[in-house]
């Protein structure tokens, strides 16, 4: 849906950009459920779910520009160390394990993924709240760092690796043992 929604966003509907864009964020938030709950995780559908997550910030970053874009006059620096913490994880992942994605889907990312809804419809429905916009992107700047120290600890991706705590945890447990 992708492309159609970023047609949507330069043709100026609004409302039909809100309306797909929660659609899309609903059957993504659907997809991780029905697949944790059924046991139907693979590493490929970590990787899909990834790339859809991509998809879903070009289009969420192009609506706000296109419906908001005072936000980016703003608050440019915000934005930009997101976007750039956002883009350096997915260098080193790609520079490290060969691709773009590495599928993390901490547990960070996700509530971060949560809250960015969260604030996206608040956005789109009542107005922007200059705390909230600042907490999502000051949590995502937090998420994003995790996932580029995840990067560089693990010889390989971790999907659904549930963060950086659990992991340093799992490898001290993992050292007492052996």
Known sequence: MCPVIIWIIVQGYETVFVVLFAINLLTDILDGYIARHYNMQTEQGALLDSWADVGSYIIAFAGVYKFHSYIYQDYP????IYIGLYIAQMIISKIKYGQWVAGWHSFAIKINGY??????VILFSYGFIKWLFVSVLLTGCLSELELIILNFLCPK?????KGLYWLVKHNSNKTKHE
């Open 77 to 80: 620096i915000f934005i930009i």
């Open 115 to 120: 809250f960015q809804g969260f604030f996206f």
């Open 157 to 161: 991706p971790i999907q659904n690796v």
